[in-house]
């Protein structure tokens, strides 16, 4: 059977490591601001809940990236591939650790993938498989930290301004921050996603700006919902939030994620997983998912209905008398136009669409996961093993775009590539 290889580090790779640096400075330096000015007036409630979410998310972050480091200095000759030019890689195991015990590790990791980038793509040097390898890490790593800290961060932010009946100046910078830094992540995921797709030329700007839309339309009445219904009832937004995270780990667990290499850290997984899915749906498992995507969607819908209502009746009628009836009927209208966008998206935009089909030309039986065989971006097999391939993120992408029946001999072949190491 043909394999194709994948595509090479190019100068839209090394533009995206670049933005993608500059937004995590741009969002830690608002975060860093916002605290200044609650510690500043006093508000020392607020100040220490932000610097609560700022450190959270930079453990969970610092903690991810350091058991893929051990995962990967394990792999047969990744050394070899990574030690010549990495800031963070190599075998110098005493200051990577130094690097993450002071939360530095995630910022490391941004600078060795455009160190490596642009030693490939202006340099013409060797190791572009190396450089789309550290770019992968960096997309997934930028979604743990988006809905660890940007999305809980603009939360936060929009129930002060609605328990205040305030907005300050810094308040809005560090709303337009998080919303930048969540919708970065979102076409910066589906890039990588996009990548292991033998055919990702045809995969056009369209299609990321619809994932965009689906995904900013469906995040953003979530958080306003939520934000809500703190601003009347603040003691419950804690027991509302466990709640549902304990609910949505146990689905994790139940679905028998495999994302990473041992016991401890793939709990970890599940605990994010459980945090993502409280604010927005992705695929973790293999197989059909058309029915968890409607179940998931049906609960989140019928939460966030339960949370505006619970809002609307504990009110303020005077103080929320000019933005109420609007953000009533706005948010559900525009959660349903996310749904819209999505459905537009795996009817017109899906890879499935853009490659000649080899059997039955009919519509896929499943949507959400039958689109696109996986036969060409098997991992670690006979073919490949030569490549330097970014496990995780292939494992996102074959949960994204595979065929069950595919994913089995792709499990095989790795199996098989296991047992031959």
């Given amino acids: 059977m043909e394999r194709r290889a994948f595509s090479k580090y190019s100068w839209i790779d090394f533009v995206f490591s670049v933005i993608g640096v500059c937004t995590f400075l741009v969002d830690w330096g608002s975060d860093v601001w916002v605290a200044a000015e609650f510690y500043c ?3 020392l409630f607020w100040f220490a809940v932000l610097v609560g979410l700022m450190a959270l998310s930079s453990v969970v972050v610092q903690t991810f990236s350091w058991f893929w480091l051990e995962y990967d200095r394990e792999l047969p000759g990744f050394g070899a591939r990574s030690g010549a030019g990495a800031v963070l890689f190599g075998d110098r195991v005493a200051l990577s650790c130094l690097l993450h015990v002071l939360q530095l590790g995630f910022l490391c990791r941004h600078i060795s993938a455009i160190r490596q980038g642009f030693r ?4 013409k040097e060797e ?39 305030k907005a300050r ?37 369209g299609s990321s700006l619809i994932y965009f839309l689906w995904n900013l339309l469906l995040i953003a009445p979530r958080v306003a919902a939520v934000a809500l219904f703190a601003s009347v009832l603040p003691g419950y937004m804690p027991a509302h939030f466990l709640m549902l995270w304990f609910v949505f780990v146990l689905w994790a667990w139940r679905q028998r994620t495999y994302f990473m290499d041992s016991v401890g850290g793939e709990w970890l997984y599940r605990a994010t997983v459980g945090l993502i899915w409280y604010f927005s749906w992705f695929n973790v498992a293999e197989g059909r998912t058309r029915g968890r995507s409607v179940i998931y969607h049906s609960f989140i819908t019928a939460d966030a209905l339960i949370l505006l209502a619970t809002w609307w009746c504990y009110r303020d009628p005077v103080q929320t008398e000019s933005y109420a009836l609007a953000l009533i009927i706005t948010l559900p209208l525009t959660y349903l136009l996310g749904l819209l966008f999505k459905t537009l998206y795996y009817c017109c935009f899906h890879p499935k669409l853009w490659r000649p089909l080899a059997r039955d030309p009919g519509p896929p039986v499943d949507l959400p996961d039958a689109e696109v065989s996986v036969r060409d971006i098997s991992i670690q097999d006979s073919a490949l093993s030569s490549q330097l391939l970014n496990r995780r993120m292939a494992c996102h992408a074959k949960n994204f775009y595979s065929e069950q029946s595919a994913i089995r001999q792709t499990d095989d072949a790795n199996r098989a590539e296991s047992a031959r190491l």
């Fill in 120 to 123: 490939v793509w202006w340099r």
């Fill in 41 to 43: 007036r006093g508000d």
């Fill in 169 to 205: 100046t810094v308040q809005f910078v560090s709303i337009a921050a998080s919303t930048t830094s969540i919708a970065w992540m979102v076409v910066d995921y589906h890039r990588s996603l996009r990548s292991f797709l033998p055919d990702k030329a045809k995969q056009g700007w």
């Fill in 127 to 165: 190791g572009s498989e190396y450089a789309v390898y550290l770019t992968h890490d960096l997309s997934m790593l930028r979604l743990i930290e988006t809905f660890c800290e940007s999305a809980p961060q603009l939360t936060l932010m929009i129930y002060v301004m609605l328990r205040t009946n």
